[in-house]
């Protein structure tokens, strides 16, 4: 018998070990793109809380491509709301030269609370 057939059907068959033909399945390919945080955290929430959607997209080939997305949406939510919040609170270059810890640590709060809003909106939806 032989270890690889194509089938009439144009689908191809290895053998097993148990003397079976079974199909040979493969994953579409991907385009990689790189991940950071968010997207690595969107991929966590996928596999413990959205399971369809997370094989949806991994036999659909465009699992990398969403996680991509998803960080990239993030970072820019992030940076959007982080200018909108310190234009509001009054957190300037000014206030840095004065007091660089009070910058800071007002700096700190802000970040925190732009990517909690991010977190939520973006990648546990």
Same mark, same amino acid.
């Given at each position: ?6 089938? +009439? ?18 994953? *579409?390919?991907?385009?990689?793109? *790189?991940?950071?945080? /968010? ?5 966590? /929430?996928? @596999? +413990? %809380?959205?399971?369809?959607? /997370?094989?949806e997209l991994v036999l659909a080939g465009k699992l990398n +491509? %969403?996680?991509? =997305? ?5 970072? @820019?939510?992030?940076?959007?709301? &982080?200018? @909108?919040?310190?234009e509001r609170q009054g957190v300037t270059e000014e206030l840095?030269? =004065?007091? =660089? ?5 007002r700096m700190n709060d802000i970040r925190a609370c732009a ?7 973006? &990648?546990?939806?």
């Amino acid at each position: 018998m032989e270890k690889h057939i194509m089938g +009439e059907n144009g689908i191809s068959y290895t053998l097993g070990e148990d003397g079976l033909y079974y199909t040979d399945l493969y994953l *579409p390919e991907e385009t990689e793109y *790189p991940i950071g945080k /968010y997207g690595m955290l969107r991929k966590s /929430y996928l @596999q +413990e %809380h959205r399971k369809e959607l /997370y094989l949806e997209l991994v036999l659909a080939g465009k699992l990398n +491509e %969403h996680l991509h =997305q998803i960080d990239e949406e993030c970072n @820019q939510m992030m940076d959007r709301l &982080v200018e @909108q919040v310190k234009e509001r609170q009054g957190v300037t270059e000014e206030l840095k030269l =004065q007091n =660089q810890m009070a910058w800071v640590g007002r700096m700190n709060d802000i970040r925190a609370c732009a990517e909690e809003i991010a977190l939520n909106k973006i &990648v546990y939806r």
